[in-house]
């Protein structure tokens, strides 16, 4: 839109990165604003205006009558506490989002994932996660949880405890725990969910 005069990388760490915009106001005045990016200087979205997502969070549920909802009880070092999220990471090169889902949820809870492929595409697009301060993008990813005992690869910083919870469960833990934004949407839609149909229907996106 015009407002971007330079853009110049001010750190240069392996995952994560600060960036500084010099930029003019509506007024007129120089202005300066930050963001972060995971790309590199040359990939970031101001650049290349394209939307693929660079992470996923993983919908997956039990294969019960009455399925529960993975989630993780993680540590989380900007918060120095410990919160409630749907089970999620980072695509890595040359992996689709199902093919990173299934990795993911194996290394963080030893659970083996069955991808759901049926509903609305649109359910499954990549959506700015926090626009005001990253260009970070992410998609869902939904699917059946299996082999619930298997084993753990946890990277040594992490604290991750695995949360097998049924709508009850999931209910309080909306109502008295620390919950990420995208994690407590997508349990606002277990909550909703008809498992006399599926636990996917809602991703047929009908409007009734």
């Given at each position: 839109?015009?407002h ?11 995952f ?7 930029f003019?106001d509506?007024?007129?005045a120089?202005r300066?604003?930050y ?6 200087e040359?990939?970031i ?15 997956a ?5 009455e399925p ?11 918060l120095?506490?410990?919160i409630?999220?749907l089970p999620?990471g980072?695509i890595?090169p040359?992996?689709?989002p ?6 993911e949820?194996?290394e ?11 509903g ?13 301060f ?6 869902a ?6 082999d619930?005992d ?11 405890e695995v949360v ?16 990420s934004l995208?994690?407590a949407y997508?349990?606002?839609?277990f909550?909703r969910?008809?498992?006399k149909?599926s ?5 047929e996106?009908k409007t009734?």
């Amino acid at each position: 839109m015009g407002h971007i005069k330079k853009i110049e990388k001010q750190t240069d760490n392996k995952f994560l990165n600060l960036y500084h915009i010099d930029f003019k106001d509506r007024a007129g005045a120089d202005r300066d604003y930050y963001f972060v990016s995971r790309r590199d200087e040359e990939h970031i979205k101001i650049r290349t205006r394209e939307m693929t997502p660079e992470g996923i969070v993983i919908y997956a549920v039990t294969r019960e009558e009455e399925p529960r909802l993975v989630m993780v009880k993680e540590y989380r070092f900007p918060l120095d506490e410990e919160i409630y999220e749907l089970p999620a990471g980072l695509i890595d090169p040359g992996e689709t989002p199902g093919t990173a889902a299934a990795r993911e949820l194996k290394e963080e809870t030893g659970v083996h994932f069955t991808e759901y492929e049926g509903g609305e595409s649109f359910y499954r697009r990549p959506f700015c996660l926090v626009p005001g301060f990253s260009d970070e993008t992410g998609t869902a990813v939904f699917g059946y949880a299996d082999d619930l005992d298997g084993q753990k690869d946890n990277e040594t910083s992490e604290w991750i405890e695995v949360v097998l919870a049924d709508r009850n469960e999931v209910q309080r833990i909306l109502k008295e725990e620390r919950v990420s934004l995208r994690g407590a949407y997508l349990m606002f839609e277990f909550l909703r969910a008809d498992n006399k149909k599926s636990p996917f229907a809602f991703l047929e996106g009908k409007t009734e």
